[in-house]
């Protein structure tokens, strides 16, 4: 019964990750024995697994195979890579439902910063993961697209609906005088009506975009099998002709890419993002809106912008006195933004921010404001959260203003009384890992399910992820081998228990140290 209560949110997790991620189970075929599934690199080659891959990684890449109509998927692959993180060689572990030439020929593709050991570019083999969309639907005829001589003429519509969660609505439409009428629902950060003004030199561009997308021959409705997310309609208005593209999760239906590229170039033509997150421009909204810079909605709008990444308008909101804290919503919070729940500190939404560029220039901003700085518990929060995340460069930085990683933590899981060190581990950054392991620590300190660092690590990575790279590194600085019995305890992936076995004997007994992880074939 214990074994089966520590693995049901584990289990539940990556039932859900999935579905959100497109990741797919993979077996060997039949023709192939077991032993042609583990990888058995040169000994002392550098093996990296999924996160840390993704680090290195440049840009996330998207496949679109040409003879696919099922869900969102993900294609696990090994890859070796040479001292300047270039693809050298392509193994997959599942090529049934797709062509391995397109597989390949993705991935080689795919940059790297390099991998290095102790300081230095080395070659390795990198755990990885290509992301699948159904095929284009290139069926569309080239209908002619009218030659528009009167602007006055057009006019350009997008609306996006909500979801089931924080999905904003919205609708904006552009006339062909260059005149923005915005309409704000819920989860926007300036609801209601709002009025702008582009030139319109930006509606002819846009215009251009809907021709060379051959708009007026696309489909009237892509709709993916899928429940919950959003509905987000295009509208071209040429005259007294009028066409409409409904887009619901369109990617899953084989929508062209182009619908998505047309719907983001009318957001930022009409920046919605003044009125929606928030972008440079927000300020000029607000007083616009009457909407007064001391006043609980901008307190709102403030951490909506620490969010989405502007600096720009959190420091001037900062400057103006906006307050800082949330008066309690109408409606509990659970049922609120990320962004606008009265239980998240400030700081903690520079780490939870997918705007990655701009994180240490929100953080060195928050920090350098009193109030902020002295909020102990939000910092170390924080500094939990920037750990679990493998935000090494974060968590630096909260450190050097304070925060103190000595001290006990809570996970995002529910597992309190965690360690730095556990947290790094759970993260499978390296940098991170590297991090808590340079700081005064208790390798074999538990938390509140007595578990430590190394078996941590191994609670939190999902069963198709290489775990050996994090657990070798744990070993190798003083944690038990021991431990690796109540990982075999818990945990009953059977591509992880040849590695477990291996690594639970005495290293002088382990064959030279063989390497023996998830399984892989040649790709041809």
């Given amino acids: 019964m214990a074994k089966f209560s520590i693995n049901r949110s584990r289990f539940i997790a990556w039932i859900c990750f999935p579905l959100l991620l497109g990741s797919v189970g993979t077996r060997p075929s039949c023709a192939q024995s077991d032993t042609d599934f583990f990888l058995k690199p040169p000994t002392g080659v550098l093996i990296v697994g999924l996160r840390e891959t993704a680090t290195h990684r440049l840009e996330p890449l998207l496949l679109r195979p040409s003879h ?29 439902q797709f062509n391995p030439k397109e597989i390949s020929d993705a991935a080689r593709r795919i940059q790297y910063s390099p991998f290095p050991r102790n300081g230095v570019p080395v070659e390795a083999w990198v755990q990885e993961s290509i992301r699948t969309l159904t095929t284009e639907d290139k069926s569309a005829p080239l209908i002619p697209f009218p030659d528009v001589k009167d602007l006055s003429a057009i006019r350009i519509e997008l609306s996006r609906s909500g979801c089931y969660g924080w999905c904003p609505s919205y609708s904006v439409s552009i006339d062909g005088n260059g005149e923005v009428n915005f309409i704000g ?9 709002h009025k702008a003004h582009i030139s319109p030199a930006m509606v002819a561009e846009l215009l251009e975009r809907f021709r060379a997308a051959n708009f ?4 009237d409705s892509y709709r993916g099998g899928v429940t919950d997310n959003p509905t987000y309609c295009l509208t071209l208005a040429l005259g007294g002709r009028k066409k409409t593209v ?9 929508m062209p890419s182009t619908v998505t590229e047309l719907e983001r170039a009318v957001d930022r033509a009409a920046d919605t993002e003044r009125w929606v997150t928030s972008s440079p421009a927000t300020l000029a909204a607000m007083r616009e809106a009457g909407i007064a810079l001391d006043s609980p909605q901008a307190a709102k709008i403030l951490r909506a ?17 906006t307050p800082l804290q949330l008066q309690e919503p109408e409606l509990g919070f659970r049922l609120s933004s990320p962004s606008q729940r009265p239980d998240t500190s400030l700081l903690e939404l520079v780490v939870q921010s997918d705007n990655v560029k701009a994180r240490p220039e929100m953080l060195r901003t928050l920090l350098a404001i009193s109030a902020i700085n002295s909020d102990k518990t939000g910092k170390q929060r924080a500094l939990g959260k920037a750990a679990e995340n493998g935000l090494v460069d974060l968590a630096k930085m909260l450190i050097a203003a304070g925060a ?5 933590f809570d996970a995002a899981y529910g597992n309190k009384d965690e360690t730095y060190l556990s947290l790094s581990a759970m993260s499978g950054i390296w940098a991170m890992i590297d991090d808590a392991l340079s700081r005064p620590h208790d390798i074999h300190a538990v938390d509140s399910e007595g578990r430590t660092a190394l078996v941590a690590a191994a609670w939190s990575t999902a069963p198709r992820e290489d775990i050996f790279p994090i657990i070798d590194r744990l070993l190798d600085a003083g944690a038990d081998r021991s431990e690796i019995d109540r990982v075999l305890h818990d945990i ?17 007994q382990q064959n030279g140290g063989q390497y023996q992880s998830l399984s892989w074939v040649q790709m041809n």
């Fill in 68 to 96: 696919y109509h099922g869900l969102h998927e993900s294609i696990d692959l090994w890859i070796h890579v040479d001292p300047q993180g270039r693809v050298i060689e392509v193994r997959g572990i599942d090529t049934v």
């Fill in 185 to 193: 629902g819920s989860f926007v950060s300036i609801p209601g009506e």
């Fill in 216 to 219: 007026l021959g696309l489909k």
């Fill in 246 to 254: 409904e887009d619901y999760v369109g990617g899953y239906a084989g």
């Fill in 305 to 321: 912008a620490i969010f989405a990444g502007d600096v720009v308008t959190v420091k001037n909101l900062l400057d103006a006195g």
């Fill in 404 to 408: 103190d990683p000595s001290a006990r």
């Fill in 492 to 508: 009953d992936f059977s591509n992880w228990i040849p590695g477990l076995k291996l690594r639970r004997q005495p290293k002088s």
